[in-house]
């Protein structure tokens, strides 16, 4: 069965720290993808990222960067300079089978910048 | 515009009562979903569905069932509401049952049974 495991419950860092949300993932699929999403205060649903199982290499967007290494099965999400403004849940998820059957989400990170 | 909206955003309801949430989303795509997030934020697939093909997630009680009358919108009905079904739901869309989609989510409505 698809299981992803995100052991970090709260992590409370100071503004402009960098930080690391990890993601561990078990899989039956040999092909897969992975997803990243963020869930900010206000409550919806933000689509961060999403990876295949064929590029492992690590993808940069401006201050967010992911590191998937298929040799653990992790795939790590890391804020560089983090902000205020990035408080919120960050899940990460790949899909329960085939694309109909959903999501499957790892039980979250809840990250705290504090000013 | 907002590519996948909900409403109402909150629904505060009494046990045994019926009713229903609407989504729609306006990108185009083939498949919609809903996902319950319960109070520890635990988010489940409830339902996917695409072009009149539903699948339907095994825990899911049969008082939920997801009604579409076209391709951009995947209402969710519920019967007999109870305590424990008091969460968050999720609409979602994808561009197709590939399972590389990503999803794009819907804000969300609260659920309160009361």
């Known amino acids: ?6 052991a970090q419950t709260e992590i409370s ?22 997803f990243w999403y963020k869930q900010p205060p206000s409550g919806e649903l933000v689509f961060l990222i999403r990876r295949n199982s064929f590029d492992e290499q690590n993808e940069i967007s401006g201050r967010y960067s992911w590191n998937f290494q ?9 804020i560089t300079a983090s902000q205020v403004v990035d408080s919120a849940v960050y899940f990460c998820a790949l899909p329960s089978g085939g694309g109909a059957d959903g999501l499957t989400f790892g039980k979250g990170t809840h990250l705290i910048i504090q000013p | ?39 520890k934020k635990f988010l489940k697939i409830m339902f996917s569905y695409n072009n009149k093909e539903l699948i339907i997630n095994e825990t899911v009680p ?28 999720f609409c979602a869309s994808s561009q197709g049952w590939d399972r590389g989609y990503e999803q794009y989510f819907g804000p969300g409505t609260r659920l309160t049974v009361t």
């Open chain 1, 13 to 34: 860092v100071v503004e402009k720290e960098d930080v690391t949300l990890d993601c561990v993932y078990e899989t039956r699929d040999t092909t897969y993808y992975l």
């Open chain 1, 1 to 6: 069965a698809q299981k992803v495991t995100q």
């Open chain 2, 62 to 89: 049969n008082r939920f069932s997801p009604k579409s009358p076209d391709k951009a919108h995947l209402n969710l009905h519920i019967n007999s509401l109870e305590l424990g079904d008091s969460a968050v739901y």
């Open chain 2, 1 to 39: 515009d907002t590519a996948v909206s909900q409403t109402p955003k909150y629904l505060v309801t009494q046990m045994g009562n019926d009713k229903s949430i609407k989504c729609e989303q306006n990108l185009g795509h083939d498949t919609m979903y809903w996902y319950k997030q319960d109070s």
């Open chain 1, 70 to 78: 298929k040799s653990t099965s992790s795939f790590n999400f890391t």
